[in-house]
């Protein structure tokens, strides 16, 4: 935090909704006062200003996961959805938003010995896929990780949304 004071920062672009959590909720009792911004509100306005413009849209069906951090703890579910539809259709899981189902990387269950097939991770997977999703985003580094272990062997792809958007510009 000191490095970043003594450089006169004023705001971190951050795609880890722990680091948005941690910066944003944690930091300021530190002195920490920056303007946080997630990847996801970055990419909407680069788009909604015209900066950044898709060339095509996305061909593939999308379903969209809320990670615990960026939207329960921080309130971001808007961002991530106008980006995901302004190059593509989004097709919705039934738990969502507010009441999205955790992907099983905080809290330690990650590294817990549950079966494979009762993983939060699986259950997620399985509900993308009931939903006739090609592709599963999400906006989390730790989602990614786990949803990417729980599709291998499924008809189904896993993707950071930078990775989708970044396929089509």
Not at 4 to 29: A, Q, R, T, W
Request: glycine letters at 8%.
């Amino acid at each position: 935090i000191k490095t970043f004071i003594d450089h006169g920062v004023k705001k971190i672009l951050v795609s880890s909704p722990h680091c948005l959590h941690s910066f944003k909720n944690e930091y300021p009792e530190f002195n920490a006062r920056f303007e946080i911004v997630h990847i996801t509100e970055f990419l909407r306005e680069l788009i909604a200003e015209g900066r950044l413009k898709p060339t095509r849209g996305y061909a593939k069906r999308i379903t969209y996961h809320d990670p615990c951090y960026l939207g329960r703890h921080n309130g971001i579910f808007d961002a991530p959805r106008e980006v995901l539809k302004s190059i593509g259709e989004l097709t919705e899981m039934a738990e969502r938003r507010q009441n999205s189902f955790c992907c099983g990387g905080g809290g330690g269950r990650i590294w817990m010995e549950t079966p494979k097939g009762e993983r939060f991770a699986d259950l997620r997977v399985k509900q993308a896929l009931e939903v006739g999703a090609e592709v599963l985003v999400s906006a989390c580094p730790y989602c990614i990780t786990n949803f990417t272990d729980a599709s291998l062997g499924q008809s189904i792809e896993v993707k950071d949304i930078t990775e989708v958007v970044q396929e089509v510009i």
